[in-house]
């Protein structure tokens, strides 16, 4: 039986900021966040979370997740203090039970890492610890002459000898339920933090003569930890080059690895290029040998094979075809699709609208809310008038019509296939099929007309 005990109770003062700090981003996700989701990668059977300062903000961030369970902790004493208050909910039926303990603030560690950290329990102690060239402000791994570990020693309560240790403890352990209740009782506050450590533990396993076994994870991101806008900023570019290099190791080409966010899921086809700059967010599917300009942001959106996303298009929430070319400047919002070989040009913005295979709107348009067919060209400056101040209304377009420059098209209003609508055109009725519809005043001259002139002052 496994429980997983979170540690979200910081106050973070060094982040300056009104919000708890595990609910603080890195590559788009709340911290606490991306812990969760390995953690119940491990499918434990309780997962706490020990909340304290922020606690509403917290507990609002994971409502709708039932398998959390809440502990509070107040006032804070400690980490051995907030594991304390986790204990009521801890499940155990044996010495077989385990609990695992992790840190809000500590968001990337890797689930490789911790199911070997389970592995190296054996129904005792499991500590993730790290050899740092820099061990500063971190606590130091004891160990005998037969290099069992005896203690962690924080920095503060360390002698200069103890200091020069560079073995350092992340903080994450793997315990026995019982063993670890037991420990939790026994520790006591008698250090130069006057708090509960949870670290005392180990001296006591020890004591006990129980083993106590080491693992170390693989990446050094998976043990920093974020107290600082610095060190958030470092961390968000570590795992921003981590995520480069699983992209390019899939064969993604990247133009620069430095200059690549992604803040969710990228699923890339064969032959893909994504120049600087870009943004990925949520789930991205892109299909084979397509090109991503510099500096497009894509969000929860379909690519297809072959296209073409020219520099500062945006995508959000949307399909795009086979075969197709967006911007530069574009704008596809949400609902849209975009059909096989379409063209969707600069400084269009295209919003719940359907745009057909073969069908172009190059230059300076809004398409919202429309059903457009297949050949249809959407002549520059073309909006559709899709909301009435109340209710929004579809414009539909048939197959091989031709939209003039400058034309607005009132919602609801239909145009027929093969239909012409002249420039500078307002639509107001339905236009017939393979006719040239338009509106417009007569054109005229005013012989006698002068230009105004400046007034002398």
């Not at 107290?227 to 133009?255: D, F, I, Y």
Request: charged share 20%; net charge negative; glycine share 10%.
């Amino acid at each position: 039986m496994l429980n997983i005990v979170i540690l979200a109770a910081g106050i973070g003062k060094r982040m300056q900021s009104d919000f708890p700090k595990v609910l603080h981003e890195i590559a788009g996700k709340p911290m606490l966040l991306h812990l969760l989701e390995t953690a119940r990668g491990l499918e434990p059977d309780r997962l706490i979370v020990v909340v304290g300062h922020g606690q509403a903000q917290i507990r609002a961030a994971l409502a709708g997740q039932p398998d959390v369970v809440f502990a509070e902790q107040a006032p804070p004493m400690g980490t051995g203090h907030a594991v304390s208050q986790a204990v009521e909910h801890l499940l155990s039926d044996g010495e077989a039970d385990a609990t695992l303990v992790l840190y809000g603030d500590v968001p990337l560690v890797q689930a490789q890492t911790l199911q070997a950290l389970l592995g190296g329990s054996d129904g005792g102690l499991a500590l993730l610890t790290e050899t740092m060239d820099n061990p500063e402000g971190y606590g130091r791994i004891v160990r005998d002459d037969e290099q069992r570990v005896v203690s962690i020693v924080e920095e503060k309560d360390a002698s200069a000898a103890l200091r020069e240790i560079r073995e350092v403890n992340t903080g994450m352990l793997v315990a026995s339920t019982p063993m670890l209740v037991r420990w939790l009782s026994q520790i006591d506050n008698q250090n130069a933090q006057g708090e509960y450590y949870l670290t005392d533990i180990v001296g006591l396993a020890a004591r006990d003569r129980v083993e106590i076994n080491t693992v170390t994870p693989q990446f050094g991101f998976e043990t920093q930890g974020v107290n600082s806008r610095a060190q958030q900023a470092a961390l968000e570019r570590q795992w921003q080059t981590e995520m480069a290099q699983r992209q390019l190791q899939a064969g993604v080409a990247l133009a620069d690895p430095q200059r690549f966010d992604l803040r969710g899921a990228l699923t890339c086809g064969r032959d893909v290029f994504i120049d600087v700059g870009c943004v990925f967010e949520g789930q991205v599917t892109i299909g084979d040998r397509v090109v991503i300009g510099p500096y497009c942001v894509v969000k929860d959106a379909v690519i297809g094979d072959d296209t073409l996303l020219h520099a500062y298009s945006h995508v959000d929430q949307a399909q795009i075809g086979q075969a197709g070319q967006i911007g530069p400047y574009a704008r596809i919002r949400p609902g849209s699709v975009i059909g096989d070989a379409a063209h969707v040009g600069n400084f269009v913005e295209i919003k719940n609208t359907a745009l057909g295979k073969g069908s172009k709107a190059n230059h300076l348009a809004y398409l919202g809310d429309a059903d457009i067919g297949q050949g249809v060209n959407i002549g520059a400056g073309t909006i559709t008038c899709n909301y009435d101040g109340a209710n929004k209304h579809r414009t539909i377009i048939e197959d091989d019509a031709f939209i003039g420059s400058d034309t607005q098209l009132v919602a609801p209003v239909r145009v027929g296939k093969g239909a012409t609508l002249a420039a500078g055109t307002t639509l107001t009725q339905d236009a017939p099929p393979h006719k040239l519809t338009l509106s417009r005043s007569a054109q005229k001259t005013l012989e006698n007309w002068q230009r105004p002139a400046k007034k002398s002052k």
